[in-house]
């Protein structure tokens, strides 16, 4: 009997796929891109861009579908990621082993388990400050921040309201707008 070979970075980046990510020590596929998701990343990366300027509040690097090798095992394609000027000086380049300051996944239906527990947790054990989950289909952002060794809400948002949402918070964000309405 074999024993199961857990797959690394190095597997990673040498896979012919396109769309994959490496979670837990295995090479899966990305969920296929629908209308909805695009929307919901499109309209996040608009809501958030004066922070993504040099003349922006906060100073942000905000980054769409971008791979971070959290470690050996572990390097999820994240929908959007951020990493503030003052951590990342200089603009990034290929795979981001620099742990992201805050991290946004926009679910997927039928992929729900691996952001809500397995990204979820990786972030929590790599001490991600802030995370944010989007369910585009109910129009719901629910915002975590990182407390002591764990998560917890800080903001569940499914009203077509204008919101500060940590770390953000120094812009206000048109959740009817980002939520796709």
């Excluded at 289909?137 to 940590?166: N, Q």
């Amino acid at each position: 009997m074999e024993a199961y070979k857990l797959s690394t970075i190095a597997d990673l980046m040498e896979s012919p796929e396109e769309r994959v990510e490496l979670i837990n020590g295995e090479i899966v596929r990305r969920p296929m891109a629908r209308a909805e998701h695009g929307i919901v990343q499109h309209r996040a990366g608009v809501e958030l861009g004066p922070c993504d300027r040099k003349s922006g509040p906060g100073g942000w690097w905000i980054i769409t579908e971008v791979s971070v090798n959290y470690d050996l095992h572990q390097c999820p394609s994240h929908d959007l990621a951020g990493w503030r000027n003052e951590r990342m000086p200089e603009r990034p380049h290929g795979v981001i082993e620099l742990t992201p300051d805050w991290v946004c996944e926009i679910l997927s239906p039928g992929h729900e388990r691996k952001d809500t527990l397995t990204i979820f947790l990786l972030l929590q054990r790599h001490r991600v400050p802030f995370y944010w989950l989007i369910w585009p289909e109910d129009r719901t952002l629910v915002a975590y921040r990182l407390d002591g060794d764990h998560y917890r809400v800080i903001a569940t948002l499914s009203e077509p309201v204008r919101a500060r949402i940590p770390p953000f918070d120094e812009i206000e964000l048109d959740l009817a707008y980002l939520l796709g309405e």
